[in-house]
């Protein structure tokens, strides 16, 4: 994608503790009016880099632009442009949902007809108009995600960053989020988007980076991603690491990939997954290895994911 229009600009971004880097030196962009997957397991780095792009954490080396504005000398004009949506709930239960926002609406700095404004349209857009006047104690979680987002939203920022927007809420309550997000893209916000559900950055972003260990690892749209795999996959899980003689065995039915650090988990392309599959349980019953699981990988942005890193998204 060319960049004429970036409204997020990250170059060399890295976070360390004592002797830990967190993350690796993290260089991309994202244009203006984009929506942005930035996925990958547990400790990958995400929320730390979040915690930069945003202006909590400070970076250990790096630089941050956002519209133009570098962070760490305009700190407060660029978080102006962010609306922040956190994974845990930021508000107060005890008040009602229309009292949580006019109150984050003062702190933004809104007040008389442009905060009611305001009010009225971002309870529009997550459609919580009809309980505003409930305290959000009794709301459900999927009402506590979207009031979550209505707050974020308040102040018309260019770009809405949200962390797991969609975790413990049922089918609906996400449905009615993802549209309202997309609605929100196509009206022209930008969106930096982490999700522990495939399926959502699937349909949502333009383009996904994925993470690993602090660095990005791959970094282009779904389509793209899933169209590198080229052949489907198997996947492969033993009860111990196999012996290099089987692994040669193995590669005479396909390309193999080790994809956990102890050797116990591999993918093995192929055209035919039938005929594979059956070739690769006789190696394993040849060599004595035991499978604790054997799984054909669909072509989506699931399978591409697992591939580069080995692990869930909930590993």
Do not use: W
Request: glycine share 8%.
């Amino acid at each position: 994608m060319l960049m004429a229009d970036t409204i997020i600009a990250v170059e060399n971004l890295k976070k360390r503790y004592d002797t830990s880097d967190v993350v690796r030196g993290l260089t991309f962009k994202v244009a203006r009016g984009e929506c942005y997957g930035l996925l990958g397991p547990n400790g990958a780095g995400k929320t730390t880099t979040i915690g930069m792009l945003t202006g909590l954490i400070e970076p250990s080396e790096g630089t941050v632009h956002i519209d133009g504005l570098d962070l760490a000398h305009h700190r407060r004009e660029a978080q102006y442009q962010i609306g922040f949506v956190p994974q845990d709930f930021a508000f107060y239960p005890a008040l009602r949902g229309k009292d949580n926002l006019i109150f984050f609406g003062r702190l933004y700095g809104l007040r008389g007809k442009h905060l009611e404004d305001r009010l009225e349209a971002v309870l529009n857009t997550v459609m919580l108009t009809r309980q505003a006047d409930q305290a959000v104690a009794i709301y459900s979680n999927g009402m506590k995600r979207r009031l979550n987002i209505a707050i974020g939203l308040l102040h018309s920022p260019k770009i809405l960053i949200l962390d797991e927007p969609t975790v413990g809420i049922d089918a609906q309550s996400r449905s009615a989020i993802l549209e309202g997000l997309e609605s929100l893209n196509r009206e022209g916000v930008t969106i930096l988007y982490t999700t522990h559900y495939m399926e959502e950055a699937q349909r949502l972003c333009q383009r996904v980076a994925i993470m690993d260990h602090g660095s990005i690892i791959a970094l282009d749209s779904p389509a793209e991603l899933i169209r590198g795999i080229g052949e489907q996959i198997i996947r492969l899980e033993c009860d111990q690491p196999l012996h290099e003689e089987t692994l040669v065995a193995i590669e005479r039915v396909g390309p193999v990939k080790v994809v956990d650090d102890n050797g116990n988990i591999l993918h093995v392309k192929t055209s035919d997954p039938s005929k594979a599959v059956g070739a690769v349980i006789e190696i394993m019953d040849k060599a004595g290895t035991r499978l604790r699981s054997i799984d054909i990988l669909e072509a989506n942005l699931e399978s591409v994911f697992l591939h580069l890193t080995g692990r869930s998204l909930r590993d």
